[in-house]
């Protein structure tokens, strides 16, 4: 069993900046590919950063210049550090994460439960 759990999440004023955590915990061999994920309200989800094991990112156009995905493999851990945020970026924050439980497991995408962020104007 795998659970990624966020954090980081709240109020800030336009402007402002916010740094999200999502940390995998569980039967873990590797963590592959993590990311992040918003959904507003009345829209569909959407990919804000991914980052692969390797490093590699990728971003949202919306969010190139203000956001920032890292990671850290040690701690099995993912971040969103956000600047410059914007009302329209007000969404449930969501991490994502493809697992390899054990060895001889094939890759599980796992997701967390969300967390708010709400930027006010």
């Known amino acids: 069993q795998v659970q990624l759990v966020e954090s980081g999440g709240g109020l800030v004023q336009a402007g402002g900046s916010l740094r999200l955590s999502c940390a995998a915990s569980?039967?873990?061999?590797?963590?592959?590919?993590m990311g992040w994920y918003r959904q507003a309200p009345g829209k569909q989800r959407e990919l804000v950063a991914r980052?692969?094991?390797?490093?590699?990112?990728n971003y949202a156009d919306s969010v190139k210049g203000r956001f920032t995905i890292s990671r850290d493999n040690a701690k099995n851990t993912v971040y969103l550090q956000m600047n410059s945020l914007k009302s329209e970026d007000t969404a449930v924050y969501s991490c994502?994460?493809?697992?390899?439980?054990?060895?001889?497991?094939?890759?599980?995408?796992?997701w967390g439960r969300g967390t708010q962020v709400t930027v006010s104007s």
């Open positions: 980052i692969t094991s390797g490093g590699d990112t």
């Open positions: 569980g039967s873990i061999f590797r963590v592959n590919a």
């Open positions: 994502n994460a493809d697992i390899t439980p054990t060895y001889y497991d094939r890759i599980y995408n796992s």
